[in-house]
């Protein structure tokens, strides 16, 4: 077996730190729903207004 130690390539750092990044989001979109919920209000999916925003903002590139 090699004794050598191969270095981390930026790529795999960088995905390995936006999966990370994602869970904790998740993570916390998750506690936040929970604690709606304890607290007896609605829980919201999705909020389109959002989805809307971001659509508008991107010009047509042709």
Do not use: F, H, I, Y
Not at 37 to 52: F, I, R, Y
Not at 54 to 59: C, D, F, I, M, V
């Amino acid at each position: 077996m090699s004794s050598t130690k191969r270095q981390q390539t930026m790529a795999k750092r960088n995905r390995e730190r936006a999966v990370e990044e994602k869970r904790t989001l998740k993570r916390l979109k998750k506690q936040a729903a929970k604690a709606e919920k304890a607290a007896g209000g609605p829980v919201l999916a999705e909020q389109p207004a959002e989805d809307s925003s971001e659509a508008e903002a991107e010009p047509d590139v042709e």
